[in-house]
């Protein structure tokens, strides 16, 4: 092992190929189990409780170990971590589709959660790894997010068509060449990077946050059902917040943290991750109801409301092409405050829903400018969440970001499902949607008021600290 400084790897634009196929499908997977749930009531004989920890179960584990799971790549190695990501979440994916009892269903998503954990961040920190801050990285950002932000929408196309043409099994199934492909290329394409020196892991402090993160993800996914004042929601949430103060406590006292506090100095993480939790809150409402209302009111099948998405998902990866370039000539906080500005107005038009609506009177038009905002939102603050970071903190900067994503999706849905509780008929829809506009608002005064000015470009290169092999 030698330090090196960052050299251009001819290589990167596969690897790159290879990163974003492997984010696409941990994307997929979020949104493609949706549209199986009814057949595998029926097939595994599973009720309507049970059959949302087949949901739930991916969740709690994928949002609980996200940290960890990029902290660990920088430290073990990230070539590693994606590696073994993968393999787990490939096979994971076999043993779902191949499970005879729900509970056996529910195992595997939980397993696949992990496997997601640790690929997720792993992968965008060797993209940082791979591309010098600046143009060159901004680009392939963009590139990272079309196709990986077109992951949700395509879920449930490809959902639609493989449950109705194969089985529910093959939601799964369809993960694992793919999962084990990329696993198997990936060495030939990039090579391993980590930290140098000690290895060690702070093991009381990813216990503490890894526990903290799953109650909070426990307690929001479930307040609808127990009620958001119930002794269960409230005991939940203020045994979240104490093992997190835990957390806080203990990475200020160790020596070697799992969570350095000192990335929290850097005004672009902060402002990535603030930003996120709203963008993310939004976002899942968005795809949750837009899904509902396609079916249940304009009586689509599950296939017709996957190629209805279609506009949406080619926008969205059209535009966000463009929009790592864009950042690197105006600056990311114009994009940024842009792509929100454009979201927020695309979930205030679809809060106009109607109940005799049709595809070009209420869909189409709406989809067009939510794609495009979305485009910008995701690829600048993917370029935001690691700006300036140094070298050895890429995985725990990548994770982090995807933490607030998934934390923003949970708190979010339970808000807006609250919301459509209240309400009847099309009014179920609109309200959320609309509430779900207002979250985008939300997202873009703090991306205006906490973003800070696009620093001058640098030429990127590894940290002192950094080694490769």
């Given at each position: ?11 990167r ?61 920088d ?43 640790l ?26 997010g ?38 198997v ?93 709203g ?33 949406l ?17 105006v ?19 679809f ?29 600048s ?89």
């Amino acid at each position: 092992m030698t330090t090196v400084t960052q050299t251009l790897d001819p290589r990167r634009w596969k690897a790159l190929a290879v990163l974003a196929v492997a984010q696409f499908v941990v994307v997929l997977d979020a949104s493609i189990m949706n549209i199986a749930l009814p057949s595998i009531a029926t097939d595994l004989h599973a009720s309507t409780e049970t059959l949302s920890w087949v949901i739930n179960a991916y969740l709690l584990a994928f949002g609980g170990l996200l940290l960890l799971g990029g902290r660990l790549a920088d430290l073990i190695g990230r070539r590693r971590v994606f590696i073994a990501g993968l393999s787990i979440f490939g096979l994971a994916s076999l043993a779902g589709g191949l499970a005879d009892t729900s509970a056996q269903l529910i195992a595997a998503r939980a397993v696949q959660g992990i496997g997601g954990a640790l690929l997720a961040p792993a992968a965008l920190s060797i993209v940082t790894t791979l591309f010098p801050e600046g143009a060159e990285r901004n680009k392939a950002l963009g590139v990272w997010g079309a196709v990986a932000g077109s992951g949700g929408v395509a879920g449930v196309l490809l959902g639609g068509i493989l449950t109705s043409g194969l089985g529910w099994e093959w939601v799964l199934f369809v993960n694992v060449p793919l999962a084990l492909g990329a696993a198997v290329i990936a060495p030939r394409l990039f090579g391993e990077t980590r930290v140098a020196g000690s290895r060690k892991i702070d093991v009381a402090g990813a216990v503490a946050v890894t526990s903290g993160m799953v109650l909070a993800v426990y307690a929001l996914v479930e307040a609808n059902s127990a009620g958001w004042s119930s002794a269960q929601t409230l005991g939940l949430l203020g045994a979240a917040v104490a093992l997190l103060a835990a957390f806080v406590a203990i990475q200020a006292r160790v020596d070697e943290p799992l969570m350095p506090l000192a990335i929290f100095r850097n005004a672009h993480v902060r402002a990535a991750n603030v930003t996120m939790i709203g963008a993310g809150a939004a976002m899942l409402g968005l795809f949750f109801f837009l899904s509902l209302y396609l079916q249940q009111v304009l009586g689509y099948s599950a296939l017709e409301a996957g190629v209805s998405q279609l506009p949406l998902a080619g926008t969205l990866v059209l535009a966000a092409g463009g929009a790592g370039p864009l950042a690197e000539r105006v600056g990311v906080k114009p994009v940024l405050v842009a792509g929100l500005v454009l979201f927020a107005a695309g979930l205030a038009w679809f809060s106009r829903v109607s109940a005799d609506g049709t595809f070009l009177a209420d869909i189409l038009g709406p989809s067009l400018l939510v794609g495009l905002g979305l485009a910008a939102t995701f690829v600048s603050l993917t370029i935001e969440s690691v700006s300036g970071v140094d070298g050895d903190r890429y995985g725990l900067a990548s994770g982090l970001v995807n933490t607030s994503q998934q934390i923003g999706g949970a708190l979010g849905l339970a808000i807006l499902t609250a919301v459509a509780d209240q309400a009847s008929g099309i009014g179920v829809f609109q309200d959320a949607l609309l509430v779900a506009a207002g979250m985008a608002g939300v997202a873009v005064v703090a991306a205006a008021v906490l973003t800070p000015p696009s620093a001058a470009r640098r030429e990127g290169h590894a940290t002192p600290s950094e080694v490769s092999a």
